[in-house]
C-alpha cells in the first residue's frame, strides 16, 4: 500500500499560478500522474511522469501552462501550474500507478485531492 498526499491548492486570481505537491510514501519504480475532477465530471488525467527517464504526458487543455516534475530523493512529485483559468477550478488528485511506453497511464494509488480554484 502507497500512501498518497496532495498540499498546495487554494484561491487564485485568472492568470495566476500554483504549485502542487505530492508526496507519496513509495516512490521509485512508480509513474506519478494528476488527475482532476471538475464539478459534475468525471474525473480526468492532467498529466503523468514515467518512472525513469522523465517522460511526461500532459492534456491538450494544459499543455504550455503546467509542467510536471518529480524529486526522486525527497519522494515528491510537483505540478507547477501558470496562467490559470476559470475552468481549471477542481479538486487536483495525485497517483501513484504505472505508465508502460506506448500505452495509457494505469492509476493506482489515490490521495484525497487538493481543491483548486481560480477566480477573481
Known amino acids: 500500500q502507497v500512501q498518497v498526499e496532495e498540499s498546495g491548492g487554494g484561491l487564485v486570481q485568472p492568470g495566476g499560478s500554483l504549485r502542487l505537491s505530492c508526496a507519496a510514501s513509495?516512490?521509485?519504480?512508480?509513474?506519478l500522474g494528476w488527475y482532476r475532477q471538475l464539478p459534475g465530471k468525471e474525473r480526468e488525467l492532467v498529466a503523468c511522469i514515467s518512472s525513469v527517464g522523465g517522460r511526461t504526458f500532459y492534456a491538450d487543455f494544459v499543455k504550455g501552462r503546467f509542467i510536471l516534475s518529480r524529486d526522486n530523493a525527497k519522494n515528491r512529485v510537483y505540478l507547477q501550474m501558470n496562467t490559470l483559468k476559470p475552468e481549471d477550478t477542481a479538486v487536483y488528485y495525485c497517483n501513484v500507478g504505472s505508465w508502460v511506453h506506448g500505452m495509457a497511464y494505469v492509476p493506482t494509488y489515490w490521495g484525497q485531492g487538493t481543491q483548486v480554484t481560480v477566480s477573481s
Open positions: 513509495h516512490f521509485n519504480n512508480y509513474a
